[in-house]
């Protein structure tokens, strides 16, 4: 199984609200990221966890609050966010932090208003 | 700040043409992979490649990885649409950090 799944799929929210992303897998993976990816864009490194614990923040604006409840979820809290925030919401994960491959889900396409 | 610069940035052909995708960086890598990104979907690794002048063929793809090991190239022969997407060659830095090149959208025309 080398399945990585996001959920919501799509997800649209004012700029007063406040929403979380899910990401699961069962690869028994240590190491899962979130990333931001515009239109026709390369994915931009937001957060790494590595053994559920924060690794990497890539100076990413407090709106976005990370949490890895255990090894097989990564969760991705969202408030106050802009529109400029909309964008699709990559989740992805390796065996370790530096392994070789990333697989990646499907993706949750946020729109804010 | 490492780079991995990709070449062309956009790329439209016929249905059957064939084509070449680089990716190039100034650094040396201890290993690429290769990604495809459908419309609204996550990158899909094609492959990883290792050694210095290695190749590797998956159908109609073929990839290379340089003798130095800066940089890379992907052949697709006989482009199908369904080869349509984003293609990303991606590596890790000496800071641990995996990063993505500027990426390649491929439009293949019936």
């Known amino acids: 199984d080398t399945e990585v799944t996001q959920t919501p799929k799509h997800l649209v929210m004012g700029m007063t609200n406040k929403k979380s992303l899910k990401c699961e897998q069962h690869?028994?993976?240590?190491?899962m990221y979130w990333y931001k990816q515009k239109a026709k864009k390369p994915p931009e490194l937001m957060f790494v966890y590595s053994y559920e614990k924060l690794s990497i923040n890539e100076s990413v604006p407090s709106r976005f609050s990370p949490e890895c409840p255990n090894s097989s979820l990564l969760n991705l809290h969202l408030h106050a966010l802009q529109p400029e925030d909309s964008a699709l919401y990559l989740c992805?994960?390796?065996?370790?932090?530096?392994?070789?491959?990333?697989?990646f889900g499907p993706g949750t396409r946020l729109t804010v208003t | 700040t490492q780079l991995l610069k990709q070449s062309p940035q956009f790329l439209s052909i016929q249905e059957g043409e064939n084509l070449t995708v680089y990716c190039n960086s100034s650094?040396?890598?201890?290993?690429l992979q290769w990604y495809r990104q459908e419309p609204g979907e996550g990158p899909v690794l094609l492959v990883t490649?290792?050694?210095?002048?290695e190749v590797k063929k998956l159908k109609r793809l073929t990839f290379q990885f340089g003798d130095a090991r800066k940089d890379s190239s992907l052949h697709i022969t006989a482009a199908q649409t369904g080869d349509t997407g984003l293609y990303l060659c991606?590596?890790?830095?000496?800071?641990?950090?995996?990063?993505f090149g500027t990426g390649t959208s491929l439009t293949v025309i019936p």
């Open positions: 991606a590596s890790w830095n000496t800071g641990n950090q995996f990063y």
């Open positions: 992805a994960s390796s065996v370790n932090r530096g392994s070789y491959e990333q697989y």
């Open positions: 690869m028994g993976h240590r190491a």
């Open positions: 490649v290792v050694t210095g002048g």
């Open positions: 650094s040396v890598f201890s290993s």
